[in-house]
């Protein structure tokens, strides 16, 4: 509404104007007064830059106004709650449509769930007598593999949930697994009993077997599968090739114990995490100078409790995320090596985090029992609430694996005693 006010114009007299709507008929028009259009007075009530405010009218009723940045992906909230596990997780793994999440740990069961909606868990999958160490997806998501302490690896069809393959062969727990990326369809595992393994899941027992002097903690295949790339607590980093059958070189430059490995989406480059309290990028390529050692990233930090963090990229190479025992979540810009984000909420070590195929989401594994996904306030709530998971935004916190229990671009985050406020 506009209001109308009269001001006094110096000068002669002119042309009398129209009477006024609703004035009374032969009143005596008044001076040459023009009107001038001031702005409405605005209700108390109305909040400064609503919808419809400075004179636009009142927003439609029911109508939601946005608070903070524009939301940047299709998760529910900011911030997902999964609760589920019953002890600590200790991985966790989107399925390579980015629709479900497979998370495991402590308590033996492998629980699904959905990204989107509710985020529910819709099964679980049941057959190891162990924790399960260790999770991974074929390329095409068709299956499902899981390394135990119960000394065997299993493999998973991701549709009906069964067990199609039990791969026995180690004498100590399994740390690590890993699927080849295309070809046959070659799991290579990594073990306590010092040994580096590869599985054809169409024969019965293992098809190559590399022994190791010491306890082998993670592995991965190169891009081409036709190496295996394993560490251990011998601080260094080996290539197998499975075409010569032996050893094609070593990696050395951690300190201490290497407890995670990932290749990069092309191939060329593998992250490493390692209780040295360092990440480490190194260039695998062949023929590639003898220092493959490229990058080295610290602020992620190993503790007493020598849990198996791993680490992961995201799926343009841009970022890495490390686990770290300091309940913190890190992850870094992969060109300049600063930390781009440094996520608290955990309870407990963050284990493992995982990057969402296609949306700026991101899933943790920690020591507690829940996953989460999201960017809400956090608050902190009596122990005896039971641990859950995260999947996280951009624009909100990471989703991990972490110690306290939870299972974050998706991330998924694990942790005891927490809440969404």
């Not at 399994?174 to 595992?189: E, F």
């Not at 590399?210 to 190496?227: E, H, I, K, P, R």
């Not at 094609?248 to 290497?258: C, E, I, L, N, Q």
């Amino acid at each position: 509404m506009i209001e109308q006010q009269k001001r006094k114009v110096p000068g002669g007299p002119g042309p009398a104007p129209a009477p006024a709507p609703g004035a009374a008929p032969g009143a005596a028009p008044g001076p040459d007064l023009p009107l001038v259009p001031t702005a409405a007075k605005r209700p108390r009530h109305e909040l400064p830059g609503a919808p419809g405010s400075g004179g636009g009218g009142q927003p439609p009723p029911g109508a939601l106004l946005q608070a903070g940045p524009p939301r940047c992906s299709s998760l529910q909230a900011p911030i997902m709650l999964l609760s589920g596990h019953e002890g600590e997780v200790y991985c966790c793994k989107f399925h390579p449509n980015g629709n479900t999440l497979a998370s495991a740990g402590f308590d033996r069961l492998i629980l699904l769930w959905n990204v989107y909606g509710d985020c529910d868990n819709y099964a679980t999958l049941k057959g190891h007598s162990g924790a399960v160490m260790e999770l991974h997806y074929n390329t095409d998501g068709s299956m499902l593999f899981s390394a135990s302490t119960d000394k065997t690896v299993a493999v998973w069809d991701s549709e009906t949930g069964e067990r199609v393959k039990r791969l026995k062969g180690h004498t100590s727990f399994v740390n690590s697994c890993y699927p080849a990326r295309r070809g046959p369809q070659l799991v290579c595992t990594g073990s306590d009993d010092g040994t580096v393994k590869l599985w054809d899941i169409r024969k019965k027992a293992a098809v190559q077997t590399f022994q190791n002097t010491y306890q082998v903690l993670a592995v991965t295949f190169n891009d081409t599968s036709d190496q295996i790339i394993s560490g251990g607590i011998d601080n260094d980093i080996k290539v197998w090739d499975l075409r010569q059958n032996k050893l094609t070189y070593t990696m050395r430059g951690h300190a201490d114990s290497v407890t995670g490995l990932s290749l990069s989406s092309e191939g060329s480059y593998l992250l490493s995490n390692a209780m040295d309290n360092t990440v480490r990028i190194w260039d695998v390529r062949p023929f590639a100078p003898k220092e493959r050692c490229v990058k080295i990233f610290q602020g992620n930090v190993h503790n007493f409790e020598k849990n198996l963090l791993r680490c992961s990229w995201s799926p343009d190479g841009s970022k890495i995320a490390g686990g770290s025992a300091d309940r913190f979540v890190y992850v870094w810009d992969t060109t300049s090596r600063r930390i781009l984000y440094k996520l608290p909420g955990h309870a407990g070590s963050v284990n493992e985090l995982a990057f969402h195929p296609e949306e700026p989401i991101r899933t943790l594994a920690p020591s507690a029992r829940s996953l989460r996904r999201s960017s809400q306030k956090l608050t902190q709530v009596s122990p005896e609430v039971k641990p859950r998971a995260w999947l996280c935004g951009a624009d909100g916190l990471c989703s991990r694996a972490v110690s306290d229990g939870f299972v974050p671009w998706l991330f998924i985050a694990l942790s005891r005693g927490w809440r969404l406020r």
